[in-house]
């Protein structure tokens, strides 16, 4: 079934909470008003996801999320409580985008990738100049960890699978693999020299992804 209106484009959701604002208009004038979201949404109270965006099956919300217009938004991504995606943003399959999380407009943000509780993306070099903000937001490679109250600033590339470290302010590119961490954040080893906490002779992750410690 697909629910249909001039607006609005929305296949069989899971759940839609009391509450919820689907195809909230935008004060911008953007060339496709269009709202598509894919299958099996699970859409808790308190989120507003605006006109013209599109996204794939299995979103799921928290409760006050808020989603802006002109995102295209992929397949199986989460997105928990009191978080705000800004409009103009590209999201792609399985990312986690946790609790107070606030993505500037124009950020890109790759498969796999986790962006941790009051991770802050910016996008504005000059604060204030809208025109700036069409410099475009950080770039999050594919399986890249954000820790928690991480600050990115912008047009910063965050390489694939690199780990950035809770409270860290990255000002500059993070090499792939890389863990880094501190104000601003600086490299401190690779991803895979990281030990598992749980199992001293084993490795937290191998080849950038999570090891299965204590697997063997």
Same mark, same amino acid.
């Given at each position: ?20 604002? %689907?195809?909230?208009?935008?004060? /911008? ?6 709202? /598509?979201?894919?299958? +099996? ?22 409760? &006050?999320?808020? %989603? ?7 397949? &199986?991504?989460?997105?928990?409580? *009191? ?6 943003? /590209? ?45 475009? +937001?950080?770039?999050?490679? /594919? ?67 999570? *090891? ?5």
């Amino acid at each position: 079934m697909l629910e249909k209106t001039d607006l609005i484009l929305m296949e069989d959701p899971g759940s839609v909470d009391e509450g919820v604002t %689907i195809g909230y208009p935008t004060g /911008r004038s953007i060339p496709d008003p269009t709202l /598509r979201i894919g299958r +099996g949404a699970n859409l808790r109270s308190g989120t507003v996801v605006y006109v013209g965006t599109t996204i794939g099956h299995g979103l799921q919300t928290g409760h &006050n999320v808020v %989603i802006r217009e002109e995102n295209v938004i992929g397949d &199986n991504v989460g997105i928990w409580s *009191n978080s705000v995606i800004d409009y103009g943003c /590209r999201i792609g399959n399985n990312v986690k985008i946790h609790s107070n999380v606030y993505v500037a407009q124009f950020t890109t943000i790759e498969d796999d990738a986790f962006l941790a509780p009051g991770v802050s993306v910016a996008n504005d070099m000059r604060p204030l100049c809208a025109e700036c903000t069409h410099a475009g +937001g950080p770039t999050i490679k /594919r399986g890249a960890r954000i820790g928690v109250n991480v600050t990115i600033l912008p047009r910063v590339v965050i390489g694939e699978y690199a780990l950035v470290g809770a409270g860290s302010v990255v000002t500059k590119d993070v090499p792939p693999y890389a863990v880094v961490y501190g104000n601003p954040a600086r490299v401190a080893t690779s991803v895979d020299e990281i030990d598992c906490p749980l199992h001293p002779d084993e490795k937290a992750y191998v080849n950038g992804l999570k *090891n299965r410690c204590g697997a063997h």
